[in-house]
């Protein structure tokens, strides 16, 4: 089941790999500055970015860095995300590298800091990939993890939950801040910082980037339409005309590291 879900994912992103690449969404935020102030590269540092999709990530700290492996399941984002990297020109330090974030290829102890932004919700076993995340991870290690945050209200969850797996059959599970720092003090890891930031999504340009077709974007806009106050309020969701013009959700960012001794 585990090989099926996964093919599914590497079949979705190969064949979405495009638009990730070039949506500005990904390519700059105030997410990637937070990032850099809490990590604080140095150029003796040696970064793994985990399920790198369009490789922004990846880009935007390799000059402050001694070299970046880039990561991900599917093998036509990487393509895309070296292409990407490859036409911003300027960096030369960074490898590309097909991988499960839940059984990296890597030896223990190989990297300094690890990145892994907008990706965990399609996980199917966060907590593995965590693990896997401290074993890769050398004593003092770094780690930024960046994912859309699910709201405690359970009117709420349930439906960013449904309009996910709408969206993108991929969606698995996002999570609350209390559920991320559990697993991640499980793990073995310090939690130092947790930040929300908000994101704003332009509904059609969302929608579409996943695949949608028509009906499935007019489907997806009547869910959003029809949803209760309590749904209305928390994602602040603009209309004109009866048509979704954008909404905002909320990412959380947790800063955490890897204890020099354990």
Not at 54 to 77: I, N
Not at 168 to 184: E, F, G, I, K, N
Request: contains cysteine; negative net charge.
């Amino acid at each position: 089941m585990k090989n099926d879900f996964k093919n599914k994912v590497r079949e979705q992103f190969g064949r979405t790999a495009e638009g990730y690449v070039k949506d500005p969404g990904f390519a700059q935020g105030n997410d990637l500055a937070e990032a850099d102030r809490l990590l604080k590269p140095t150029p003796e540092d040696i970064l793994l970015d985990v399920a790198c999709g369009g490789g922004h990530t990846a880009l935007y700290f390799a000059p402050k860095v001694r070299s970046v492996v880039a990561s991900d399941l599917t093998m036509q984002m990487l393509k895309k995300a070296q292409e990407y990297i490859s036409e911003e020109g300027g960096v030369e330090n960074v490898t590309f590298r097909e991988a499960d974030a839940e059984d990296l290829p890597f030896p223990a102890g190989a990297f300094t800091l690890l990145t892994c932004r907008i990706a965990p919700h399609h996980f199917q076993d966060v907590p593995r990939a965590i693990r896997e995340f401290f074993r890769v991870l050398r004593r003092g290690g770094r780690m930024v993890i960046i994912d859309t945050l699910l709201p405690d209200d359970p009117e709420v969850a349930l439906f960013y939950q449904t309009m996910e797996k709408m969206r993108d059959p991929t969606h698995v599970q996002a999570y609350t801040r209390s559920q991320w720092v559990q697993m991640l003090e499980e793990a073995g890891f310090t939690v130092h910082e947790t930040l929300t930031i908000p994101k704003t999504h332009d509904f059609p340009v969302w929608a579409k980037r996943a695949g949608l077709g028509r009906t499935g974007v007019q489907q997806l806009n009547k869910f959003f339409i029809d949803a209760p106050a309590s749904v209305h309020n928390y994602f602040q969701i603009e209309t004109f005309a009866g048509e979704v013009e954008c909404y905002t959700d909320q990412k959380i960012l947790l800063y955490a590291t890897r204890p020099d001794k354990k």
